[in-house]
């Protein structure tokens, strides 16, 4: 299966950020976010399918509540995303 994470600065951040994806009929999971993806310790982000993701990046853009890293996760590998 594979998906992007969408980093966000806060749990309330993530929230935020869920609340426009729902707005856009893009579910998401919120997860914990390892150190190792936020630099600064734990962190929290949105889990979003691989077929919804330019929607979701765009949704997110428009309303000014955008992701602080994109990873692409496939196969157990996680790369970063340029976006």
Do not use: N, W
């Not at 992007?4 to 976010?33: D, N, P, W």
């Not at 982000?45 to 929607?55: D, G, N, P, V």
């Amino acid at each position: 299966m594979s998906f992007y994470l969408f980093l966000a600065r806060s749990i309330t951040h993530a929230q935020e950020m869920a609340k426009v994806l729902e707005q856009s009929g893009i579910y998401t999971k919120v997860r914990r976010a390892g150190s190792d993806m936020t630099e600064r310790g734990c962190g929290y982000s949105l889990e979003i399918s691989q077929t919804r993701f330019l929607q979701a990046l765009d949704a997110l853009k428009e309303s000014g509540k955008r992701p602080v890293k994109v990873f692409f996760v496939s196969g157990g590998k996680r790369q970063e995303v340029a976006v």
